[in-house]
């Protein structure tokens, strides 16, 4: 019994001595593993040799300069670790560097067996691309589409590559996730293609995120930047009740937030506001009203406030504005301008504002052939022998409304 019970003790005192040294042995191998520098690699791989985490990391270390050590390395760490799908790839990649290609296909292939997340199949799609098989690689940019990173515009830019056409990329891809639909959106605008811009952003008005409304309403404003508020329209309407407005082709009001009722978005067919030096904003509500004050600082000339609305061409409007003002003199330069966004014509103007006018303001013009849209834009100018405005201004309502009969100047 006590030789057995001594037995046992021994037993037990080498295996604790066995596993002090096994965790020595790792320590230090990891130790300088940490180092990465390719001697304290090698010192690493011949402590552990069963680790193929280090061969891939020697690899790693010297693939710029020793293309063949590192396909070596490579080799061993996929002997050591079949489901080690980043040196797989590697070995894909200095296969075909070397011309290899059936060899590099089957190692991307067996990257992409182990391993279903994007890279391989990034990897794949890029393989097939280089090569020229629009086949293969649309079947594996559609896999990579389906896990994409955080920034898939990569894989459009090959996709837009073998094919230019937004449809048709829609169609390959199968993009389901609405993040990578808004990227594909994004992408879209370094196109240049408004058709495009529109439809992609139309599959995603039945997306209520914070995401999709953005995208929505970044696509608004790059499409009516580059003319094009038809196209634009639709996605607004699409979108306008997520912040409780009615549709403009709804409504009988063609101006959004006309009565001030919300602070402006600053995007799509809303009010744009502009940042002024010496100019700040406020909203007040009960009543609602949208105000400025002028310091006296401000520069010579701005434009403060504008909205593009929708209209019929050659019908008359007229433009009236509600406003209250203080300390702001006759003849203040601050004056409502209908400007032709096509050519930037001013079609009408208002005379300035001020508290004399009593409170009120308008303008009448004709929408000129071919014209949908105009633009009401709040001007600063500053008039000849005056000095600068300096008071506040607080806008109450504005409303353009179509009219019939009479002549508009």
């Known amino acids: 019994m006590r030789r057995a019970a001594v037995a046992i003790r021994a037993g037990f005192l080498l295996a604790i001595i066995v596993a002090i040294g096994w965790n020595l042995r790792f320590a230090v191998a990891d130790l300088s593993a940490r180092r990465n520098q390719p001697d304290a690699t090698r010192l690493a791989m011949r402590l552990m040799p069963g680790n193929g985490a280090y061969p891939t990391q020697l690899a790693d270390e010297v693939y710029a300069s020793d293309p063949a050590s590192a396909k070596r390395l490579l080799e061993a760490a996929v002997k050591l670790n079949r489901y080690d799908a980043a040196s797989w790839i590697q070995l894909g990649l200095l296969d075909e560097a070397g011309n290899d290609l059936h060899r590099a296909e089957n190692a991307l292939l067996r990257a992409a067996t182990v391993d279903t997340t994007f890279l391989p199949s990034w990897s794949l799609a890029n393989f097939y691309f280089r090569h020229e098989n629009p086949v293969r690689f649309w079947y594996w940019a559609q896999k990579a589409a389906q896990m994409a990173p955080d920034d898939a515009t990569a894989l459009?830019?090959?996709?837009?590559?073998?094919?230019?056409?937004?449809?048709?990329?829609?169609?390959?891809?199968?993009?389901?996730?609405?993040?990578?639909?808004?990227?594909?959106?994004?992408?879209?605008?370094?196109?240049?293609?408004?058709?495009?811009?529109?439809?992609?952003?139309?599959?995603?008005?039945?997306?209520?995120?914070?995401?999709?409304?953005?995208?929505?309403?970044?696509?608004?404003?790059?499409?009516?930047?580059?003319?094009?508020?038809?196209?634009?329209?639709?996605?607004?309407?699409?979108?306008?009740?997520?912040?409780?407005?009615?549709?403009?082709?709804?409504?009988?009001?063609?101006?959004?937030?006309?009565?001030?009722?919300?602070?402006?978005?600053?995007h799509g067919f809303d009010w744009r506001l502009m940042t002024i030096e010496g100019v700040s904003s406020y909203l007040d509500v009960h009543p609602n009203a949208l105000g400025f004050e002028f310091s006296g600082e401000e520069p010579d000339s701005f434009l403060l406030l504008k909205q593009t609305v929708p209209m019929k061409a050659q019908r008359n409007y007229v433009l009236a504005v509600d406003y209250e003002s203080s300390g702001i003199a006759p003849g203040s330069g601050l004056e409502w301008q209908v400007i032709d966004p096509r050519t930037g014509a001013v079609l009408a103007r208002t005379a300035s504002l001020s508290a004399e006018q009593g409170g009120s303001a308008s303008a009448r013009f004709a929408a000129p052939e071919g014209a949908d849209f105009v633009s009401l834009a709040l001007f600063y100018h500053r008039q000849p022998g005056t000095v600068r405005v300096e008071g506040k201004l607080a806008l109450k309502k504005v409303r353009l409304s179509a009219t019939t009969g009479g002549e508009c100047q």
């Open 156 to 266: 459009f830019r090959l996709a837009w590559y073998i094919s230019p056409d937004a449809a048709a990329i829609e169609n390959q891809l199968q993009i389901k996730r609405p993040v990578i639909q808004s990227q594909f959106v994004n992408f879209l605008f370094t196109q240049g293609d408004p058709r495009a811009v529109a439809e992609a952003a139309s599959y995603l008005l039945p997306v209520n995120s914070k995401e999709s409304t953005n995208t929505l309403l970044e696509a608004c404003d790059w499409l009516m930047e580059h003319q094009h508020s038809d196209l634009a329209l639709p996605l607004w309407n699409g979108v306008a009740a997520r912040f409780s407005y009615p549709p403009l082709a709804d409504s009988a009001d063609i101006v959004t937030n006309g009565s001030f009722s919300k602070s402006p978005l600053s």
